[in-house]
């Protein structure tokens, strides 16, 4: 048996790979043993993997073979020897491929149009949210959680926090435990969000603007502090440096939009807009997009691979204060 579980909204991917390994275990082995993570990177060689699937489970009918990053990371010369070796695995082995390639990007993959067909293939391709879709997605979240909320609460979480799965369900989850089964109400979200939106990134724009190392990590600590974890300060460091780009890139172009207009242009709270203005004339654009740049790379790096989150936060941090 195949699956194929992909797409760029890795967070529900990440949820269906969670679902399928505790199907397995439920199902074949409560112990786990059974289970092989792979990770594939330019380092993993095909002959060790062959050995790990070349035996039979261990008392179990089944064996669990999750396969990360091998369909996107596999270049066509290596394609041919994983390609036999994947074959002449036996039907005891369930193999997942497990990656973040778009759909359109899957199709083109020589695993792909080799393993994606036949009676025990299934395909799950997880691609993210249209607009209707993302607000019936918080709203399903916050009714697991339950949370109580209506329509206006979900149209400013999605309003604030955007097309991001990872981050809106972080914040579902605290607004669910601050509520306690009461019903939200749009004080209550201001109250969980105001330390967890933009606004906490401000103090600490302003410290890595100005180059005070010292005090961009005495900030960076207090967020943690605040329960903030370094996956969250990840994403909202990441949407930082976008917006500052967007801004500067709107900017050039209309330089004489104001901050309602900018809002409206970039789908972004006016107040985000006044409050980011006075930084986007203390970073270069050249330098902003090369920041730009390298956030997206270690994002890749962090959703492929098994790099701790504080790490890359850290050395984003390094990277901005050198800009």
């Not at 275990?25 to 792979?38: E, Q, V, W």
């Not at 489970?57 to 073979?65: A, G, I, N, Q, Y």
């Not at 996107?72 to 002449?88: F, G, I, N, Q, R």
Request: hydrophobic share 40%.
């Amino acid at each position: 048996m195949k699956l194929f579980v992909f797409g760029s909204n890795t967070f529900l991917a990440s949820q269906k790979l969670k679902e399928i390994r505790l199907r397995f275990i439920d199902r074949f082995d409560k112990s786990a043993i059974n289970i092989i993570d792979f990770c594939y990177d330019k380092s993993s060689k095909v002959d060790d993997f062959s050995i790990l699937v070349s035996s039979p489970p261990f008392l179990s009918e089944r064996r669990l073979v999750i396969l990360r990053n091998l369909l996107s990371s596999l270049t066509k010369k290596d394609s041919k020897k994983w390609v036999e070796v994947l074959s002449s695995i036996n039907n005891d082995h369930i193999l997942v491929f497990y990656d973040d390639c778009s759909q359109k990007e899957f199709l083109k993959k020589e695993l792909a149009k080799q393993f994606s067909q036949g009676p025990d293939v299934f395909l799950y391709p997880f691609e993210d949210f249209s607009t209707s879709q993302l607000f019936a997605w918080i709203s399903n979240e916050a009714r697991e959680h339950q949370l109580i909320c209506d329509h206006r609460i979900i149209t400013e979480l999605s309003y604030r926090l955007g097309n991001d799965p990872w981050l809106i369900h972080q914040e579902v989850t605290k607004l669910s435990d601050y509520c306690l089964g009461r019903a939200c109400v749009m004080q209550d979200l201001e109250s969980i969000l105001r330390h967890s939106f933009d606004d906490s990134m401000f103090p600490f724009l302003d410290a890595l603007t100005a180059k005070d190392t010292k005090k961009a990590f005495t900030l960076l600590e207090e967020q943690r502090k605040h329960d903030a974890d370094d996956y969250f300060l990840w994403v909202m460091l990441m949407r930082q440096i976008k917006l500052l780009l967007g801004m500067t890139d709107y900017l050039e172009k209309n330089p004489r939009a104001g901050s309602q207009e900018i809002a409206g242009a970039l789908a972004i709270p006016p107040f985000v807009v006044q409050k980011t203005l006075p930084f986007v004339k203390k970073f270069d654009r050249s330098k902003l997009f090369l920041l730009y740049q390298r956030i997206f790379t270690y994002d890749h790096l962090l959703k492929r691979s098994k790099i701790l989150p504080h790490i890359l936060v850290e050395k984003i941090v390094f990277d901005i204060l050198k800009a």
